[in-house]
């Protein structure tokens, strides 16, 4: 029989180091292995950071960009018969604006909401109509059409071309009638709650608004029916009274 030739031994210390460059390579492989997962996970948690600080930037740009266009400021028209105060958000070219007109007895101050809301996507000019809270008028205006031609001198100093009226109320009933003076100006008619036409004289109507006014008690809102609007409903009784007894 042929004899099996025996394999070599190696000698213990070679194979010690053979064991060891195996252990050696093993573990730079595993290092190695484990680089690129770090390396993924930092490029995909970097690309997170990068699009949630870029998202974040933008969102506070937007909201700063929607505060300043809802912010509101004061402006001030001396015409030859009355004074005109009025807020307005900022004008853009590319918007006609909003012409807002308030209720019987008030001003805008108790709009301050709405007008904030409908400024982050509309140009709005919101004017205290004549004898009403800031602005003056130095005679009586008894009727609709009498505050519409003020009006008109107001919007002629502001040099409007083109506006939507939104009319509250009276501020309707106003809305209305200068709708019918100048057709060609105005782009649409929004009336909330409004009173029509025709209409007996202002005079005749305070009774009716005062009930109007006592009705605003049952609003959800307890700041705007216990403070708002009686402060301005009651600056404007007694600067109507003022006015009356100047004039006696």
Request: a neutral charge; hydrophobic letters at 40%.
């Amino acid at each position: 029989m042929q004899a099996i030739a025996s394999a070599p031994t190696i000698p213990d210390a070679e194979l010690k180091k053979l064991q060891d460059t195996r252990a050696k390579t093993k573990t730079e492989r595993h290092q190695q292995r484990t680089y690129i997962i770090l390396e993924k996970v930092s490029s995909t948690l970097w690309d997170c950071y990068y699009y949630i600080t870029v998202e974040v930037i933008y969102q506070v740009i937007v909201n700063e960009v929607v505060v300043l266009k809802s912010q509101l400021t004061n402006h001030r028209v001396d015409l030859q018969d009355c004074t005109i105060f009025y807020q307005q958000s900022r004008l853009e070219s590319s918007l006609i604006p909003i012409l807002f007109l308030h209720g019987w007895g008030i001003s805008t101050e108790p709009y301050q909401e709405v007008l904030k809301l409908l400024a982050q996507h509309h140009t709005i000019i919101a004017p205290d109509l004549p004898s009403f809270r800031r602005s003056t008028y130095s005679g009586l205006l008894p009727d609709y059409l009498s505050y519409s031609k003020c009006l008109l001198s107001f919007l002629e100093v502001l040099d409007l071309q083109q506006f939507h009226l939104v009319g509250h109320s009276f501020g309707g009933g106003i809305a209305i009638t200068l709708s019918t003076l100048v057709p060609e100006k105005v782009r649409s008619v929004i009336l909330v709650d409004s009173t029509g036409l025709p209409t007996p004289s202002i005079p005749e109507m305070i009774p009716r608004s005062a009930i109007e006014m006592t009705a605003q008690i049952f609003l959800p809102r307890r700041r705007l029916k216990l403070v708002d609007i009686p402060l301005v409903f009651s600056y404007n009784f007694f600067s109507t009274q003022e006015m009356s007894f100047k004039d006696c």
